[in-house]
């Protein structure tokens, strides 16, 4: 099976810090992408990459910066964590083609 | 841009009860077309797909066809049961950028399922 790991299922963290997200999978997939889940807004992305090094602004990139040195591991980087940030973070890995994408557990951040 | 249009919810509906729940799409070039469901506590996992017009994705009892005459990819199922109850997501995927695959994904609609 797929396994896609997210590093924290919950998080609390004080305004003004510097949070790190990560997301390892196990499957050589090429694509990977960080969304937040908010209730009655769905799943909105925030970054994306296609490869090692590369990356792409999603919907709702401010505030947020992303890494991905090896191929198997992205991560979220939140510079300056404020409240509006307190979110479920989802971490999703697939391969190109039109192939289904695979779904952390999430990590619940909470922004004091 | 692309986007998905689902029906709101919450839905309740009663055990063995018709289910419908309606998503559209707006998208250049042709998507594959997804379905995904939360369960209470747990993360997001592919309910069903179709990846060309006309196809019919099914798992579980659930069924969605790719309609691209109406840009539709409606979830239906002929019985609920009480263990359906989640949140149903429904998801396009392009290529986008080279190799990438975008995902975009509707809001949400809960389903509660009543014994």
């Known amino acids: 099976d797929v396994k896609v790991t997210q590093s924290s299922r919950y998080l609390v963290k004080r305004t003004g810090e510097k949070v790190f997200l990560e997301c390892v999978q196990d499957m050589d997939h090429e694509n990977m992408f960080w969304y937040r889940q908010d209730p009655g807004l769905g799943l909105r992305l925030i970054y994306f990459?296609?490869?090692?090094?590369?990356?792409e602004k999603g919907d709702i990139p401010e505030g947020y910066s992303v890494s991905r040195e090896k191929k198997e591991r992205f991560s979220l980087i939140l510079e300056s964590a404020s409240t509006n940030q307190t979110s479920m973070y989802l971490c999703?890995?697939?391969?190109?083609?039109?192939?289904?994408?695979?779904f952390g557990q999430g990590t619940r951040l909470t922004v004091v | 841009g692309d986007s998905v249009t689902q029906m709101e919810g919450p839905v309740t509906l009663s055990e063995e009860a018709f289910l419908t729940i309606n998503c559209t799409y707006t998208?250049?070039?042709?998507?594959?077309l997804f379905w995904y469901v939360q369960y209470p506590g747990e993360g997001l996992q592919l309910l069903l797909k179709a990846t060309k017009a006309d196809d019919k994705g099914s798992n579980k009892g659930f069924e969605a066809t790719y309609r691209k005459e109406t840009t539709s990819f409606h979830l239906e199922k002929g019985s609920v049961q009480v263990s359906d109850s989640a949140v149903y997501f429904c998801?396009?995927?392009?290529?986008?950028?080279?190799?990438?695959?975008?995902?975009?994904f509707g809001s949400g609609t809960q389903l509660t399922v009543l014994p």
């Open positions: 998801a396009l995927a392009l290529i986008s950028s080279g190799s990438a695959r975008q995902l975009t």
């Open positions: 998208a250049t070039g042709y998507p594959s």
């Open positions: 999703v890995s697939g391969g190109p083609p039109a192939t289904e994408a695979f």
């Open positions: 990459s296609y490869d090692v090094k590369m990356k």
